[in-house]
């Protein structure tokens, strides 16, 4: 339908120049490394993972051999493994993001099933046949593989550790026996020499027979005394090896101890006496703070005090010299009235020349019979002083003239 025809494996075609055209497809195994670098796992970290894909055009069906014609006709093969592999990197990517890293790291072999699986259906819809697929290399940036290989080393060392020291163990175990029974049989064998000799000395001479005796106890009996002797240096061995271990103990005790009389000396002490000593500050401090708040207060009560009887005596001065004029007043009235006054004329009659004070230039006019230079000027000060009287009447109702009159007469 789609007006291509495929021939596999060579023979002959008849093509008709400007209607029909030839191209080819390669036929071989095609090897693409697929690289995805920093996708997030299933629980969220981020590794990289690069497979080997083998892939090669399915010639072997008519359909598939037509759809691999109809995309990749007179492709590179290049060109081919960056179209596939762009593929099956995607398939790799969203599997990748459906399983943990122990998963894949661990079960390889499931992960490569699932994107084989996966990735076969879509290239066999392009006529592209995946033969294989396997992981090369699982990596991360953020040290996750290389923390999950710690627990399991460190228990293969520690199982090391063990079999070592179980091993030494063993070892001493099975040299102090076989001392032990080489001594034994270095004994047996005097113990039988010495019975064989004291056989010998007793059938060749009856009358040495309680010497030569009495002489092989002896040396039986240091036999037995110096295997007590090897038996107790074995013992006290042992007990020089607990007593040592013992001491290591007690000086690891004592180690610990002095660091933390260290610590008490060099960071606790050091703080609680400097805790201390700030309380003793904030509470030096606080107690200033109260004594001066009480000094300032009786200061100002004090002051206080001294201002109400300072107010006090200056109203009671103030009501009797109030008092004494109000009787003054009541006394002289007029009188007094016109003496005030004429106590106040020359501050009047300084007030009404205080504005000459800040004239710079004076010019007097005057008539022909009037009066000229400063006998002017003190005439018109001396005008307005002279009307006063009659402007203190008008103000105060008091003639001053009558009142002088009276107070003169």
Not at 223 to 237: C, F, H, V
Not at 299 to 320: D, G, H, N, V, Y
Request: hydrophobic share 40%.
């Amino acid at each position: 339908s789609s007006g291509i025809n495929a021939e596999y494996g060579g023979g002959r075609l008849l093509v008709f120049p400007c209607v029909q055209k030839i191209g080819r497809l390669p036929l071989n195994v095609i090897t693409t490394k697929i690289r995805t670098n920093q996708v997030f796992t299933q629980l969220g970290v981020p590794i990289n993972v690069t497979g080997t894909a083998q892939i090669k055009i399915h010639s072997k069906e008519k359909k598939s051999l037509m759809a691999a014609a109809e995309l990749f006709m007179n492709r590179s093969t290049e060109q081919i493994k960056k179209i596939c592999g762009e593929t099956l990197e995607g398939h790799q990517r969203a599997i990748m993001g459906t399983m943990t890293v122990e998963d894949i790291y661990k079960n390889r072999a499931a992960f490569s099933d699932q994107v084989l699986q996966v990735a076969s259906t879509d290239l066999m819809s392009m006529g592209i046949r995946v033969i294989s697929y396997t992981i090369n290399e699982v990596t991360d940036e953020e040290g996750y593989l290389k923390a999950l290989g710690k627990p399991r080393t460190a228990e293969v060392k520690r199982d090391a550790d063990i079999g070592n020291a179980e091993a030494k163990r063993d070892a001493g175990i099975e040299e102090a026996a076989a001392n032990e029974r080489a001594m034994q049989a270095v004994y047996e064998n005097k113990i039988t020499t010495a019975k064989a000799q004291r056989d010998y000395l007793l059938k060749k001479a009856t009358y040495d027979m309680e010497t030569m005796t009495k002489k092989a106890q002896a040396e039986l009996a240091y036999e037995l005394q110096s295997a007590k002797t090897q038996q107790r240096i074995k013992e006290e061995t042992m007990e020089i090896k607990v007593i040592e271990r013992k001491k290591q103990i007690s000086i690891q005790e004592q180690e610990i101890t002095r660091k933390q009389r260290e610590l008490d000396a060099t960071v606790i002490k050091p703080a609680e006496a400097e805790r201390y000593k700030i309380e003793k500050l904030a509470e030096a401090e606080k107690n200033k703070r109260v004594i001066e708040a009480e000094a300032k207060a009786e200061a100002i009560r004090l002051k206080a005090e001294a201002q109400s009887f300072a107010i006090e005596a200056k109203a009671k001065a103030e009501a009797e010299q109030m008092a004494k004029k109000a009787d003054a007043w009541n006394e002289y009235k007029d009188a007094a009235m016109v003496d005030m006054i004429l106590q106040q004329l020359p501050k009047i009659a300084a007030e009404v020349a205080a504005p000459l004070q800040n004239v710079n230039k004076v010019t007097l006019v005057s008539g022909p019979n009037g009066e000229v230079g400063a006998a002017k000027l003190t005439g018109e000060v001396l005008e307005i002083v002279r009307k006063l009287p009659k402007v203190i009447e008008e103000i105060t109702g008091v003639d001053m003239s009558k009142a002088m009159k009276i107070s003169a007469a």
